[in-house]
């Protein structure tokens, strides 16, 4: 491209894409519509202080996000531009290669994020470059409700009420019809990222299970409002597909929030959906609001225990417990059938979350933050902002959190929310022949019972690793001693 095309342009744009892989409702890709020539970006920075990289799991859906994001370019003209290193440095230097007058971008909400972003903002500047950010990812901009004495709201309902209190969130923007064209630039090659995992290859169950990008996420959206009837009351049940399963579309932003918003909105209006089903849907995207309000507030919530009474917590240190129930070999069904079903498709139902999370915690006593760094390597949709909010919450050290004396019983979780045991019997597949009242506690059947099924406990399925009754005393116990 001759560099007359670059200077020539009045207005050279950058628009650099993060957790927000798509094109619809995208402040900062719409407002560089405008502009006469365009590089879209996506920069993979290892480089700056303090980011946490992605965990397995989200680097391979993130190349997929990629892939489908250049190609949505690919259709309007445009392409992705892909670049690797640091934010402060490569930005600048790009933005001077394209000749571009400004940068745009959709916030983040992280503390090394935003402070990454500064430092971009700055070096721009000194270079007579413009950098833009917009609200792009949530429904309310964080920091913006606070209590009466100026501190961050804590607890979950008056915060989700204040939220409803300010109206509905803009309405989402289109897709831009057209783009500036793009430079002919140098661009990475992804195969070079190596974000994909080939020795091993254990991404199989991911590739069966999902399909990333925008174009799948608003399928998705549009599947899950055509058949949310029920959702109120059936969301708790890991046995059947009640839930939206849109987390890593969330997650990587193929779709917004205030999209997703509108839809169920939209869908309740049109009297297509029971509004219990879509106020208590919306109310799960409030919970997503919630966690990025403490993330703001609570910078560290990833590492940090929320109430340091905490600190003190004598959590123990057990490599093969933690090891065990990593693989889901823990003897409790329904805790190794979430483990298993996390391993195998990288999501897990979020009332099998509580209950595994609980049973690390409480069970095990092994410090919450081993859990969240393993879901976070997990998760497709392991989020900066809901995991470490909601690995707090179940510990109990973190904001409206359970109470530690709330401790999960995994046998009647599993008995209440997989009553026929069809959850376990998928992913526990060497137990699928006990009768149902022992699918969530095997170790009460009979000898002969067992042997009619081929299970062997110890053998072909693990005895329970630690008695209920005695985990619970302990866990109360070890309570004790950060009370008060
Ligand atoms: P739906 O019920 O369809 O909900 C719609 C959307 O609302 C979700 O996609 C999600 O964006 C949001 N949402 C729902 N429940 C919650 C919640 N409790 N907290 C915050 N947002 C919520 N969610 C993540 O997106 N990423 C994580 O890394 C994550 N880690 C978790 C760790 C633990 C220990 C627990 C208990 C929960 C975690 N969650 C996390 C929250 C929740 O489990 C998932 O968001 C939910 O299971 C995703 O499934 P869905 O899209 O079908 O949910």
């Given at each position: 491209m001759p560099d007359d095309r670059r200077s020539s342009a009045p207005f050279s744009a950058i628009v650099w894409f993060r957790d927000?892989?798509?094109?619809?409702?995208h402040p900062a890709l719409t407002a560089a519509a405008r502009a006469g020539t365009l590089t879209c970006l996506y920069l993979l920075d290892q480089?700056?202080?303090?980011l946490r990289a992605h965990g397995g799991a989200s680097r391979w859906w993130l190349a997929q996000s990629l892939r489908a994001l250049d190609a949505n370019l690919r259709k309007l003209g445009q392409r992705l531009v892909l670049r690797r290193g640091k934010a402060a440095d490569v930005i600048p230097s790009l933005a001077h290669e394209c000749g571009a007058t400004h940068v745009y971008w959709n916030r983040r909400y992280d503390r090394a994020g935003i402070a990454a972003d500064e430092a971009v903002i700055a070096a721009l500047k000194a270079r007579g470059v413009t950098g833009g950010t917009f609200p792009g990812s949530l429904l309310v901009e964080p920091g913006k409700l606070l209590n009466?004495?100026?501190?961050?709201?804590?607890?979950?309902t008056p915060f989700w009420k204040r939220v409803l209190s300010l109206g509905d969130p803009r309405r989402p923007l289109p897709a831009p019809k057209r783009l500036p064209p793009p430079l002919d630039i140098a661009s990475s090659h992804?195969?070079?990222?190596?974000l994909e995992p080939t020795?091993?290859?254990?991404?199989g169950g991911l590739r069966a299970t999902w399909t990333p990008g925008e174009a799948a996420a608003r399928q998705r959206l549009a599947d899950f409002l055509d058949t949310i009837r029920g959702y109120a009351d059936e969301?708790?049940?890991?046995?059947?597909?009640?839930?939206?399963?849109l987390s890593p579309h969330l997650r990587f932003g193929e779709v917004s929030a205030g999209e997703v918003f509108h839809a169920a909105r939209f869908a309740a209006e049109k009297g297509d959906a029971p509004s219990r089903d879509i106020e208590k849907y919306l109310s799960e995207l409030g919970w997503r609001e919630f966690s990025y309000h403490l993330l703001h507030h609570f910078p560290d919530l990833a590492t940090k225990?929320?109430?340091?009474?905490?600190?003190a917590f004598p959590w123990r240190s057990d490599d093969a417990a933690l090891k065990a129930w990593q693989r889901g070999q823990t003897g409790y069904p329904i805790v190794d059938a979430g483990m298993r079903e996390l391993w195998h498709t990288g999501w897990m139902h979020n009332r099998v979350r509580m209950v595994v999370a609980s049973f690390l915690i409480?069970?095990?006593?092994?410090?919450w933050r081993l859990g969240e760094q393993w879901f976070w390597d997990t998760?497709?949709?392991?989020?900066?902002?809901n995991n470490t909010a909601s690995w707090q919450w179940v510990a109990g050290?973190?904001?409206?959190?359970?109470?530690?004396?709330?401790?999960?019983?995994p046998i009647l979780q599993g008995e209440r929310f997989d009553p026929n045991g069809d959850y376990v019997r998928q992913w526990?597949?060497?137990?699928?022949?006990?009768?149902d009242r022992f699918?969530?506690?095997?170790?009460?059947?009979t000898p002969l019972e067992l042997a009619e099924a081929k299970v062997t406990l110890g053998k072909t399925y693990p005895a329970p690793m630690v008695d209920h009754d005695l985990a619970r005393k302990r866990a109360l116990a070890a309570f004790d001693r950060i009370k008060g």
């Open positions: 927000d892989l798509r094109l619809g409702d480089d700056s202080a303090g009466k004495d100026g501190g961050p709201l804590r607890v979950f992804l195969e070079d990222w190596h020795m091993p290859d254990w991404a969301r708790d049940r890991p046995d059947r597909p009640s839930t939206s399963r225990n929320l109430q340091p009474r905490f600190d409480k069970h095990l006593l092994i410090d998760l497709v949709d392991a989020d900066p902002a050290s973190g904001a409206d959190a359970a109470p530690y004396f709330r401790i999960f019983n526990v597949p060497e137990i699928a022949a006990l009768p699918i969530h506690k095997p170790w009460m059947a």
